[in-house]
């Protein structure tokens, strides 16, 4: 993968090969631990890896098409409750 090689040399160039084995590493097992909870609900409990995966990737296409760069809710100041 072109993604995948050019994190390598990002990482290789600042932190050295052991850093990023490591960070590999943590971020395979956070994934395997989320197709672990995505396996437990109705919607993905029959669904192979690649099936959830690709799933996700078409629900994050759906929605980040859908977001705009202007925020419509404005933030408030927190209430002093007086």
Same mark, same amino acid.
């Given at each position: 993968?072109?993604? *995948?090689?050019?994190?390598? #040399?990002?990482?290789?160039?600042? &932190?050295?090969? +052991?850093? $990023?084995?490591?960070?590999?590493? %943590? ?15 109705? *919607?993905?409990?029959?669904? #192979?890896?690649?099936?959830?995966? &690709?799933?996700? +990737?078409? $629900?994050?296409?759906?929605?980040? %098409? ?17």
């Amino acid at each position: 993968m072109d993604l *995948e090689k050019t994190m390598q #040399d990002l990482y290789v160039s600042r &932190k050295g090969n +052991g850093s $990023l084995q490591i960070e590999l590493d %943590s971020l395979k097992a956070d994934n395997e631990k989320l197709l672990d909870l995505l396996r437990t609900t109705c *919607e993905y409990a029959e669904m #192979d890896d690649s099936d959830i995966v &690709k799933a996700a +990737g078409k $629900l994050k296409n759906k929605v980040g %098409s859908g977001v705009s760069g202007r925020s419509s809710i404005r933030s408030r100041a927190p209430s002093t409750g007086t």
